[in-house]
């Protein structure tokens, strides 16, 4: 009878579950879940090609040679501002070539249309836009004096060592 009373005891003593935690158990293993799906999300993104091609964009001014403008604008005097847009997302810049001419006034909008924050920096030229999140712009104005090629990028974390940046071709 002792024996028996003993089966009875071992068996209340296990678990059972009461609706509480069953409700805490269940949201956990939803809230885990769902930050996997965002992860795996989030990676996804992250690791998508860029797939169109690199564009080239060429300004000029009157009295140079003619070169095209990608957006469909027309050169401008020199006393002007040329307007150059560059857009950004993860990892790279469309256009990712660009060229102007030295001593000409130039207005560079960088667009950020990638979903994590990003700027465009020119080291040689002393130049960089703010940080700006998805959807927004920031503009810059400067006049490169010296010819060459200067490498712009995204200084943000490792963007550029991830291929985020281009080419500023100064005739």
């Not at 810059?140 to 071709?169: D, R, W």
Request: net charge negative.
């Amino acid at each position: 009878m002792e024996e028996n009373n003993q089966t009875q005891k071992g068996s209340q003593s296990g678990f059972k579950p009461n609706s509480k935690s069953l409700y805490i158990a269940l949201g956990s293993s939803l809230a885990v879940l769902l930050l996997i799906g965002g992860w795996l999300l989030s990676r996804n993104k992250t690791a998508t090609p860029n797939i169109s091609d690199e564009e080239n964009l060429e300004v000029t001014t009157p009295g140079s040679e003619v070169g095209s403008v990608e957006d469909g604008t027309q050169p401008v005097e020199d006393s002007q501002v040329i307007d150059i847009q560059v857009q950004g997302s993860e990892y790279s810049f469309n256009p990712s070539s660009l060229s102007v001419n030295a001593g000409q006034k130039v207005r560079l909008t960088f667009v950020n249309n990638g979903t994590l924050p990003h700027n465009l920096a020119i080291d040689e030229l002393g130049i960089t836009t703010k940080t700006i999140s998805a959807g927004d712009s920031d503009s810059i104005e400067f006049t490169p004096t010296e010819s060459g090629t200067f490498t712009f990028y995204c200084s943000v974390g490792n963007h550029k060592a991830q291929g985020m940046e281009g080419s500023l071709q100064v005739q």
